[in-house]
């Protein structure tokens, strides 16, 4: 598995233009507004024309929601589902016994209304916790969606699973594989309460290869590690965090293993996908201008050089630097100290783009006009350079500006 990502012509996976959770063959989806929000759509479905293999992954949060726990229940019968329903506004959570018969009920609704094994179906949730979920109007909500395969059907799902989010967030990337058009399309939400250590808010991932479960469940927990594991906003976890991929094999490729000759094809094809979405969850960011992107090499193992990644990029001093378009690279040295990895204080290299602020941890002078400028752009890059191994990993994050804070303080109105 580890050599999967070791494929580096990226031209054997390639964009799919305004492609997303529906490019993939066999799926459709819908969503209805149910009157869980004021006039927005609300209650969404993600239906595959037959069983498929499934993967998820949770959030670590103590909290887990009852939704999640319908859901691990439903993949751990046979490893497949075939429908996902999904409710904003509520998050079901920290809802005790009443919250869990509540999610129990909304697979019971999902299965009766499409006629699908309640085994088949996966239950998602967003929105404030510690509230109960009408069930009334999620009822006449469920019973009232009428999926399709159309970019409209797509698109309102995607509406569907936004809460404080400013835009939607959609990908879908395609491959051959084994001499077959092979697609992974994706939707999410995420915008506020991004610190994960698992994967994002919420992520639905489909594709049309043929994998089993098992293969699949690998697949997805080593590319969220380098992608949505990868990204934060405000240092938080949500009890809800969840993503879910589906694969119905309609492609026609011969069933995926780690022996597959085009296996490193199709992690990357996965890896692509969902990195697209974290990046655009993390652009936007509660309150966020900027895109921040920190690279880190020269760790001496993968997974320090991700730790020190994300330490910088979750920095508030940081993030508040990145906003007033500060070029104080102290406050990116300062993250790289409190990291829990090895540095070594005295080879440290620091470039702000094209910008390079220190060197063998020594200061190098430059442009504090030129500084500013680049950090005006809607897109950072911060480059550190560590030289003591060959360890290297990517974060992305967001600045923090005055508006985050408007935004969280009137959440519930």
């Not at 598995?1 to 819908?30: C, D, H, R, T, W």
Request: net charge negative; aromatic share 6%.
């Amino acid at each position: 598995m580890k050599q999967a990502l070791s494929v580096s012509n990226k031209e054997i996976v390639s964009l799919v233009e305004n492609g997303g959770v529906l490019s993939p063959k066999g799926y459709k989806a819908g969503a209805v507004h149910a009157g869980l929000r004021y006039n927005r759509l609300d209650i969404g479905v993600l239906i595959s024309e037959t069983p498929a293999s499934c993967a998820a992954v949770y959030t670590t949060s103590h909290f887990q929601a009852a939704p999640l726990k319908v859901t691990q229940e439903s993949i751990a019968n046979e490893g497949k589902i075939q429908a996902v329903i999904v409710n904003s506004a509520c998050a079901n959570a920290c809802t005790g016994e009443q919250g869990l018969k509540d999610a129990y009920k909304m697979r019971t609704l999902t299965s009766e209304k499409f006629n699908v094994s309640e085994d088949y179906i996966a239950v998602a949730s967003t929105g404030v916790i510690g509230e109960y979920l009408p069930m009334d109007k999620i009822e006449s909500g469920i019973n009232s969606l009428e999926p399709g395969k159309g970019g409209e059907n797509a698109e309102d799902f995607q509406k569907a699973i936004l809460t404080t989010d400013t835009v939607m967030k959609s990908s879908c990337y395609q491959a051959e594989i084994g001499g077959k058009s092979v697609h992974v399309g994706g939707a999410a939400k995420g915008s506020g309460m991004i610190h994960p250590n698992m994967a994002t808010m919420l992520g639905f991932l489909t594709t049309d290869a043929a994998i089993s479960p098992e293969h699949l469940s690998a697949a997805l927990k080593e590319v969220t590690d380098i992608t949505f594991n990868q990204i934060t906003v405000d240092g938080d976890t949500s009890t809800n965090d969840m993503v879910i991929v589906m694969a119905n094999g309609q492609a026609g490729n011969k069933p995926l293993t780690p022996d597959h000759s085009d296996w490193p094809v199709f992690v990357k094809l996965l890896k692509e996908n969902c990195e697209s979405l974290a990046k655009q969850i993390a652009r936007d960011g509660e309150g966020a201008t900027k895109l921040i992107e920190v690279a880190v090499k020269g760790a001496v193992s993968n997974d320090e050089a991700r730790t020190i990644a994300k330490q910088i990029v979750g920095s508030n001093l940081v993030k508040t630097a990145v906003y007033g378009a500060d070029a104080n690279w102290g406050r990116i040295i300062g993250a790289v100290g409190q990291a829990n990895a090895s540095v070594n204080p005295e080879t440290v290299d620091i470039e702000l783009g094209p910008i390079v602020m220190l060197k063998g941890s020594n200061p190098v002078a430059f442009s504090e006009e030129e500084a500013k400028a680049y950090l005006e752009k809607d897109t950072i890059h911060i480059m550190v350079d560590l030289n003591m191994g060959d360890g290297s990993g990517t974060a992305w994050g967001c600045d923090l500006s005055y508006d985050y804070v408007k935004i969280n303080a009137s959440y519930r109105t």
